[in-house]
């Protein structure tokens, strides 16, 4: 999440969505209208994402790490608050502070807590559509667009104003857990250990070494590759759950991503940041293609540090998704493999040359030889190869078996081939049998079960997102535990009508939102309404539909979003255990929300029909966020790095 002496680089790629409709019968179904229920669950990448689980008065923490570069130049530096220690009070030792993750982890709970749009929609019927509904088909769908060493010199035989209190290797990284007394000398130290900085970083550095704060460093060790990079664990110990995020501005992009997942007893609140609900009347239904803009104007509204609640639910959601009985029979027949070739078996069975984790472990101990030629097998045909061609025409179109050279996918992946092949011409391959499995276990099998006894133990499961930009990043958001604050489910629904007047004159789509507020949209011609209809902006409905403070314990506190800056500066001093704001500030009240309209039906509309039907009713979960595909490139140097 810290980055030193990064410039970046920021491209994003707006939502592509392949759409049409799908229309029931030409007979008045579902009591006078066509029905159907368009659902949408957008992608959504590119997030700095983080998970934190707190237990027990331990907090653990999950970060995800992305790299291009050289891997000699890979360091990656994160401020602690505090070290971790056993029940005795003495420090834990760095292997239990530090620990490789997988991104699985980010994948499936993003995947299992993305919001689900739905519209759904009913035709009147007033003899104005006379073309055949079998005409129309499809449904909407998106695009699918890791000893302490002196440092230092000193005055007088004091401690050294830099120091390395531990280092260990663990998974690919080598890592350090460093002191310092003096922001000026760790800068310099960094420069002169390989962690690139900038010297905007300086006064950064500064305020963490003032506050007494511990650094953790990481670095791939010798003859690591980047593809080795793993997201990593933290084990805070008893602190809060804090994303360092000051750092991060030496080289954030405008408007960067950033997902935040908090695991505990409770929905999860921010403690020091506001709390945004967004206006659903400022989205465009069901692409959401205005999606980051209405995010970004709603933050930006609410001081530009503001987090929305997109999931917050005691639903068991996470349940066998990392570490099943199929992943544990696959355990123990690992650590019961007597032969590579048993072994390797195994690989195969959870994904093998396909995963990039297992590949990557895998190489680190059975090497593949350099300047391996040929095609497992001799089969030079078997991809690509067009269907006509008949097998023993193969050697006509593809290079001799002696002159192709060997790719990974096909040493790795026929690796029984390989082996018996090079032991019979006397060059056998070497393979650390035991190493292997032993990585094996701990590095592939023990984090997934791990992590899967930490999401078993959530009660609840929050995410958070937000936009924010450099000049915003003047705090580390901080994530506390509301007993009453209430559920957030992933369903987000809008209910349209499509009319027309008894003349066919006019064709309007009135729609409602959640919350019970309409608005009418009108149509250019009747064939606009029922092909394609689209929901919404509203016109000048503004991005942001509530802005809140939350404490502890009780009701969101709602006010005045003009008060938004005078309240986030009392923010900056919010501390988990005390209320968010001083006791003496009288919040202002919230103004009538004037951003929700409810206008009236075009004239001779015929506005007093009742809808019927297959209309389904708004779960009421307040709109706290929507997905869009964006991606977020991180340059640095010729290498780029984001977590």
């Known amino acids: 999440m810290n980055r030193l002496g990064w410039t970046t680089l920021s491209i994003f790629l707006s939502t592509i969505l392949v759409s049409s409709f799908l229309f029931a ?43 291009a570069g050289e891997p000699t130049d890979f360091a990656w530096m994160l401020p602690l608050p505090t070290l971790p220690e056993d029940e005795l009070g003495n420090p834990l030792p760095l292997e239990e502070i530090l620990r490789t993750s997988i991104p699985r982890l980010f994948d499936i709970l993003q995947s299992n807590t993305n919001p689900v749009f739905t519209v759904n929609n009913t035709f009147e019927d007033f003899g104005c559509n006379q073309s055949d509904p079998s005409s129309f088909g499809g449904t909407w769908d998106s695009w699918d667009s890791n000893e302490a060493a002196d440092t230092g010199s000193t005055d007088m035989g004091g401690p050294p104003p830099v120091a390395v209190l531990q280092e260990a290797e663990i998974g690919p990284f080598q890592a350090q857990l460093i002191s310092a007394t003096d922001s000026q000398a760790l800068f310099e130290w960094l420069g002169e250990n390989g962690y690139i900085q900038d010297e905007n970083a300086l006064p950064i550095l500064d305020s963490y070494v003032v506050g007494e704060y511990l650094f953790l460093g990481i670095r791939l060790q010798s003859g690591k590759e980047t593809g080795d990079i793993r997201p990593i664990e933290l ?15 030496i080289a954030a992009t405008p408007d960067m991503p950033i997902m935040v997942w908090v695991l505990g007893e409770h929905r999860a609140v921010p403690k020091n940041f506001l709390h945004a609900e967004v206006n659903p009347q400022a989205l465009q239904w069901p692409q959401v293609p205005n999606y980051a803009d209405t995010i970004s104007e709603a933050v930006d509204t609410a001081a530009g540090r503001a987090f929305i609640t997109e999931y917050a639910s005691p639903a068991k959601i996470m349940s066998d998704m990392i570490y099943n009985s199929n992943t544990n029979n696959r355990k123990e027949a690992v650590a019961a493999a007597s032969d590579l070739i048993s072994l390797w078996n195994e690989l195969v069975a959870l994904g093998g040359v396909t995963n990039a984790e297992l590949l990557s472990i895998l190489q680190s101990h059975v090497p593949m030889p350099e ?85 078993d133990r959530a009660d609840w499961i929050t995410r958070f997102y937000t936009l924010i930009s450099a000049s915003e990043m003047t705090r580390d958001p901080i994530f506390a535990f509301n007993p009453d604050a209430p559920e957030i489910g992933r369903n987000r629904t809008v209910t349209t009508i499509i009319k027309s007047d008894e003349d066919c004159d006019e064709s309007w789509i009135e729609a ?14 009747p064939s606009q309404c029922l092909s394609t209809p689209i929901v919404g902006p509203v016109p000048d409905a503004p991005a942001l539909y509530h802005v809140a ?10 006010f005045d979003p003009a ?37 009236t039906l075009p004239s001779g509309a015929g506005g007093n029909k009742k809808s019927s039907g297959c209309a389904a009713t708004p779960d009421g979960a307040p709109l706290s966020g929507l997905l869009v595909l964006l991606f977020c490139v991180l340059v640095v140097r010729r290498r780029r790095i984001h977590v």
């Open 25 to 67: 019968g030409p007979a008045r179904a579902c009591g006078g209208f066509f029905c159907n229920a368009n659902t949408l669950s957008p992608i959504y990448q590119a997030a700095e994402r983080v998970v934190f689980a707190r237990y027990d008065d331990q907090v653990t923490m999950h970060v995800e790490i992305t790299y």
């Open 235 to 249: 084990n805070l110990g008893d602190t809060d759950a804090c994303v360092p995020l000051r750092l991060t501005a």
């Open 371 to 455: 300047g391996l030629k040929g095609y497992p097998h001799g089969n030079c045909w078997y991809d690509p190869s067009p269907p006509e061609w008949a097998r023993e025409e193969m050697d006509l179109y593809c290079d001799p078996n002696d002159e192709h050279t060997t790719t990974d996918a096909e040493f790795y992946g026929y690796l029984g081939y390989w082996l018996a092949k090079l032991e019979a011409a006397g060059t056998p391959v070497s393979v650390d049998f035991d190493g292997l499995k032993e990585n094996l276990l701990e590095q592939f099998f023990a984090p997934r079960e791990r992590i899967q006894a930490m999401l």
């Open 512 to 525: 409602t939102y959640a919350d019970g507020s309409r608005y009418i949209f009108p149509c250019e011609m």
């Open 549 to 558: 403070v939350y404490d502890e314990s009780g009701e969101p506190q709602y």
């Open 563 to 599: 008060d938004a800056e005078e309240v986030d500066v009392l923010l900056d001093k919010a501390v988990v255990g005390q209320p968010s704001l001083p006791e003496n500030y009288d919040l202002s009240e919230e103004p009538d929300n004037v951003s929700l309209n409810n206008n």
